[in-house]
């Protein structure tokens, strides 16, 4: 059931053409726009895949709503519903990730540690799709959900990195591993940046698939019992 | 070609995407053409547009199959049984006291003004809505057709029945070929590679009602498909609902059409509830 | 609206046709028309036989004719013979009903003038 429901969203997404080609898009106009400073550069790219790939989990989430509940009234599992949107989101993630690492790699010299920045994406991209899918359980709209999901990557980018308050936000840990990937004397920061993209991951895809299966299980109907007597 | 050989071929098109076997769907335009010739009449003339001819003919044909074996009706055990259903959303009440018991073999039809609660009932039964007070009893093995967005526009039919088939653990081969034959009886053939968006209303409802019933359940609930139906459509999906009983399965529709109401079991009929 | 009547009676008319002699499309279309009916368009007749067909209350055979290609000729089933019998029987019921109900009351309004 996981496979049959990540394969068949997967093609559901590829069909989304002009979609996807937007998703493609929007990061590398984020790092065009900085190419100059690597180190920015590279974190407005992990900001630009995070938000791409969050939105495209949100719009997909979305939209299976109602067949997903279709399917749980026959007997789905909401686990592998949502697991299985989830695995083919993370496909194309790491489509997004793999080729953006070959343009990093391509266009910028003087990177400290160059495979780190395969590293943060790869990150990025498994925090957001959750992120997605949680943010389509609260706000239950497109638009409204994309403009929320908007908002949390301004703050990331705006937000001061060393205030307590940055470290609330979901994508912290991509700025500490782009210090990381950038930074000649290696700074502390990949454990730390680690720690908190693991427990990130874990809160939002506890969150997002607890929430999911309470949404999606259905009423429980007591079986039919044997006649009584009349 | 020939404007004759033009119109049959065009007849043998529409009686093959109406799901008949091509060997048939041949044999019956043989037929026709034949007997135009030996009348001396032009097919047009005769029969009409090909595509009404092929509508009309196929219509015959699966009726046919239909009636052919009418079976000694059996009533089989409970399904589902409501028992003083109500529900109500904060202080506006939308379903009071509602009772039936419906068994296998029958056909239960929910009828009601707009608001009345026909879909919350539904709903209730399918489990997607809570009911304030009352029992429901329900068999496990159910299937179920929503009024929208039943369906995924980005997906084509063989990948529903894919994915529909995987949930009662049906290889992917074996899903599709008894997605196929559930069509051909609703007078569809599904195209390969075409995603439902680009088929017609009426063909995306025959998808929405053949995915309902793809695991033989034994109780079938139904928001019975009326957008984008034509005539033909509309007698064939009753056509299928007597069928579905007459195989033992417990049926629960909600229609709109209120004609034709003697042939089924039940009516439930909803009002809207008055507040006091 | 005469041709609406016919509709709902033409499995019964094609039978009773049939349960005289064995026919051909156009010979029962024919004949229909010889009885006083209006033509019934081929749309509408062969649909009609073939379900008769469907049903087993006809069977057909292909026969060569003098005049072009071969016709398709349809002839009662035993299960047809039995299918004429009961809508015979249906039929009169219903007959004795509309007269009851339409011709009655035209009859005594003649009467009382």
């Given at each position: 059931m996981l496979l049959t429901v990540a394969s068949t969203s997967l093609r559901e997404l590829a069909r989304r053409r002009v979609a996807l080609l937007f998703v493609f898009l929007l990061p590398c106009v984020f790092y065009w726009a900085r190419i100059d400073v690597s180190w920015q550069a590279v974190r407005f790219l992990a900001i630009g895949v995070g938000w791409a790939v969050a939105t495209l989990s949100l719009f997909s989430h979305v939209g299976a709503r109602r067949l997903d509940q279709r399917l749980s009234v026959i007997g789905a599992s909401p686990t592998a519903l949502f697991f299985g949107r989830q695995l083919a989101l993370l496909g194309i993630g790491v489509i997004m990730a793999g080729v953006y690492f070959v343009l990093v790699a391509a266009t910028q010299?003087?990177?400290?540690?160059?495979p780190a920045v395969f590293l943060l994406l790869l990150t990025t991209v498994l925090i957001s799709a959750p992120l997605g899918a949680l943010v389509s359980l609260v706000i239950t709209r497109e638009l409204e959900g994309a403009l929320a999901l908007l908002s949390i990557m301004a703050l990331q980018l705006l937000v001061d990195p060393d205030g307590s308050a940055a470290k609330l936000l979901p994508l912290w840990s991509t700025r500490e591993l782009s210090a990381y990937a950038i930074q000649t004397p290696a700074a502390d920061s990949l454990p730390s940046g680690l720690f908190h993209f693991a427990l990130t991951l874990t809160l939002c895809v506890a969150i997002a698939w607890f929430a999911s299966a309470l949404r999606l299980r259905p009423v429980s109907l007591s079986p039919i019992r044997p006649d009584t007597p009349h | 070609m020939t404007p004759e050989e033009e119109w049959g071929t065009q007849l043998l098109k529409h009686l093959t995407s109406t799901g008949i076997a091509l060997a048939e769907a041949r044999e019956l335009a043989g037929d026709a053409l034949a007997e135009a010739a030996a009348a001396g009449i032009d097919p047009r003339a005769m029969y009409g547009p090909a595509v009404a001819y092929a509508s009309t003919v196929a219509q015959a044909v699966r009726s046919a199959t239909a009636t052919a074996a009418p079976l000694s009706r059996t009533r089989g055990p409970v399904v589902l049984r409501l028992h003083g259903v109500s529900k109500r959303y904060r202080r506006r009440r939308v379903l009071k006291n509602v009772h039936l018991s419906l068994r296998a073999g029958e056909v239960a039809a929910i009828v009601g003004a707009n608001g009345s609660g026909k879909s919350t009932l539904l709903n209730i039964c399918a489990g997607l809505t809570r009911a304030t007070s009352g029992v429901v009893e329900r068999t496990a093995r159910v299937g179920y057709a929503p009024q929208q967005d039943g369906v995924a526009p980005l997906l084509t039919p063989e990948e529903h029945f894919r994915l529909f088939g995987a949930v009662h653990r049906m290889g992917r081969k074996k899903a599709a070929a008894i997605g196929t034959g559930l069509a051909s009886r609703l007078g569809w053939r599904p195209r390969e590679g075409v995603v439902v968006a680009h088929l017609s209303g009426g063909t995306q409802q025959k998808l929405n009602v053949v995915l309902s019933e793809l695991n033989r359940p034994e109780l079938i609930l139904l928001d019975e498909p009326y957008q984008g139906f034509d005539q033909g459509s509309y007698v064939d999906f009753w056509d299928q609902v007597f069928r579905w009983r007459d195989g033992g399965a417990g049926i629960l529709v909600v229609t709109h059409m209120l004609h034709d109401l003697d042939r089924v079991d039940h009516v439930l009929e909803l009002q809207p509830v008055e507040e006091p | 609206m005469r041709q609406q009547w016919l509709h709902g009676f033409l499995d019964v008319c094609l039978l009773s046709l049939l349960a005289e002699r064995r026919d051909y499309g156009r010979g029962l279309a024919e004949r229909l028309v010889e009885a006083g009916f209006d033509e019934v368009p081929g749309g509408t007749l062969y649909p009609a036989l073939l379900r008769l067909e469907k049903q087993g209350l006809v069977r057909t055979e292909k026969e060569a004719s003098t005049s072009g290609p071969p016709r398709k000729y349809y002839e009662l089933t035993e299960l047809g013979r039995t299918g004429v019998r009961e809508r015979r029987h249906a039929w009169e019921h219903f007959k004795t009903a509309m007269d009851a109900v339409v011709v009655s009351p035209l009859d005594a309004e003649e009467v009382g003038t």
């Open positions: 010299d003087g990177l400290a540690r160059l | - | -």
